[in-house]
């Protein structure tokens, strides 16, 4: 069970808000989970060249009272799980020596995982909050450069197909500019995989002190976007070495956006069926057609 529970997912997120310490503790949970489950506090320190004093603030960090929960968390997960298939690409990082078939597998399994464990660790009551403040909204602005902003580009189209205003901005120069606009009407939405971007960043707390709504999309709970943040949605993707900004992370980053999306489609389902109608009706006439 390498990498696979819901408790080493969010132990992945923490990993840069963590200690060097904390830090080696939880990658023993992400490596071994099902391991972890057996080991007692000493063992755990011991493999992690740590204290149990460190274990214990790991358990805190995580949310966790102490680490017989967490012990007792690790066992149940451990034993939800169904099989434990070796024929599947555990770990998922590419190595040079990889032939492509194996390529092609590492990134298949890499991309499904990341869908998977982001569906699985959403929080449904945040994710309810910020449906209903996109719905809401005057305007929604978006935030994200580099990869997120095809993410950011994906979002402001769903929106402008159901008649929402929307605008996705990767110029940095012009997403200042609207964020200094913006006021208590509307909706300031960051995308970022890692959530330092400081463009990104900058733009959303811009926003924020003219009093938007601010909402972060990012992989790790506790990165510095998440301190600007009003509400926090997050993402369960890893970025390997030859796949920094990868399909994966992006993958995940599209599967919340289709949550919300289809959240606010439901807040609003007549006027969103009307709008589907016009809009699919406006580009009707843009594709070949059959003899």
């Known amino acids: 069970m390498t990498d696979r529970s819901p408790t080493a997912v969010r132990a992945r997120g923490l990993l840069p808000s963590l200690s060097p310490a904390e830090r080696r503790v939880a990658q ?13 506090i000493s063992d755990l320190a011991a493999r992690a060249r740590s204290s149990e004093t ?16 967490l012990r007792l968390t690790l066992a149940a997960e451990a034993g939800r799980a169904d099989r434990a298939d070796a024929t599947e ?31 699985t660790q959403i929080d449904i009551a945040v994710l309810e909050q910020v449906v209903d403040v996109v719905a809401g909204a005057r305007r929604v602005d978006i935030y994200g450069v580099g990869a997120s902003a095809f993410v950011a580009a994906d979002f402001q189209q769903k929106l402008h197909r159901i008649g929402r205003i929307a605008y996705a901005w990767s110029d940095m120069h012009m997403a200042l ?53 009003d509400l926090v949605l997050t993402t369960a993707a890893r970025e390997t070495t030859f796949r920094s900004g990868a399909m994966a992370s992006r993958l995940a980053q599209l599967t ?9 489609a439901q807040r609003t389902f007549r006027e969103t069926r009307a709008a589907l109608d016009v809009t699919y009706a406006a580009v009707r006439g843009r594709h070949v057609r059959r003899p």
Do not use: W
């Open 54 to 69: 460190t274990v214990i603030r790991f358990c805190r960090a995580m949310g966790f009272s102490g680490y017989p929960e």
């Open 177 to 229: 500019t609207s964020a200094a606009l913006l006021d208590d009407r509307d909706v300031a939405f960051g995308i970022s995989h890692t959530g330092t971007t400081v463009d990104t960043i900058e733009a959303f707390t811009l926003a924020g002190r003219h009093g938007a709504r601010t909402v972060a999309l990012t992989n790790f709970p506790k990165s510095p976007i998440t301190r600007v943040a």
């Open 89 to 119: 690409p555990i770990g998922g990082d590419i190595s040079e020596t990889d032939d492509l078939g194996q390529v092609v597998k590492k990134i298949a399994f890499a991309d499904a995982r990341a869908v998977e464990e982001t569906a």
């Open 256 to 264: 919340v956006i289709d949550c919300v999306f289809v959240g606010v």
């Open 28 to 40: 023993v949970i992400i490596d071994e989970a099902a391991t972890a489950a057996r080991l007692t």
